[in-house]
């Protein structure tokens, strides 16, 4: 008896639902287009959160977690900065090799590189021939970088310390860089490129680089690396450096933060009642 009423109950409710859907077609139409766009964009936000945690992971995981970078600037600032903040020295390659002495710390690589970061882009061209990329992002590297983040070639080789010693012209070029100047599967390795009326040699070619949301491009690929030494002999004026050093272990990753603090305070003549003018 109870079975024969709760069925009557819902056959009642259901036939109401349906006569209410019969004599309002647009506001049932609107509130079902409601609940798709909600339940719609629930699942954008989900696979955008999903993609940026996968970002940062591989980002991580490139750099290694016993790896810290230092600058001049903090990379979690909102907003403008101060004057003040504005105001501070930059930090410079040579301090990297100081850094190389601390007990706990395996390799250490200074780095400089000339990007538009608010448009996450290069302003530089390489040219080959009638071959043209633009808005290259240039950067200039050491040997020991290699050991710290872990760049993952595709094809060739990463600089050597004759490269850095003797300044050579070489280049090592990224993903998107190395398909655009050399289309239609051409080897790019012993190839010719010119850079600001530069003549330079093509010696490795870098991996894909994993993208926030995995699609389209990243801007990140389209990178020309050069030695340290060539890029200073091109732009001495581009000095803006960050140092990149890594642990000997993750366990003493602490350790090597405060060493690191403690010698980038001693360097820039920090009293000890005055702030960090830098970001670890």
Partial sequence: MKVTRRFDEVKESILLALDVLRRNPLRSFLTILGIMIGVTTIIVIGAVVNGLNSNVLGQIQQLGSSTIICYRFSWATLGRLSPEVLQRKKLKAEWADGIAQLPHVAAVAPNVQVENYELNAGSSTVRRGNLRAKNVILEGDVPEIAEISSFEMAEGRFFNQTDQEHRLPVMVLGHILATTLFPNGEDPLGGEVELEGHVFTVIGVLAI??????????????????????????????????????????????????EVREYLRRVRKLPSDKPDDFAI
């Fill in 209 to 258: 680089t994993k993208q926030a949301l995995g699609t389209g491009e990243n801007p990140q690929d389209n990178i020309a690396i050069l030695p340290l030494s060539t890029m200073r002999k091109m732009h001495p004026e581009h000095d803006d450096f960050t140092i990149l050093a890594k642990a000997d272990t993750t366990e003493n990753l602490p350790i090597v933060v405060d």
